[in-house]
């Protein structure tokens, strides 16, 4: 299972907050290279102190209904 934050295919993420709502955009480059999804979920933290962020991945998949 490939669990890297930008594994191939995703050009940047989308990281918003649960609580403040507050949302940045990341590029591969603005994090440690190699950073597993739950690594970064365990060292994020927003701005109002919250550790809870949601990662949307860009290019999104495609859906596999019809």
């Not at 190699?34 to 999104?60: H, L, M, S």
Request: charged share 25%.
């Amino acid at each position: 299972m490939d669990d890297q934050l930008f594994r191939a295919g995703v050009t940047h993420i989308e990281v918003t907050c649960w609580s403040c709502g507050h949302s940045v955009t990341l590029n591969p480059g603005d994090v440690p290279e190699g950073i597993t999804d739950y690594d970064f979920e365990k060292r994020a933290t927003c701005r109002c102190g919250t550790g809870w962020p949601y990662v949307v991945k860009f290019p999104k998949k495609k859906p596999l209904t019809m």
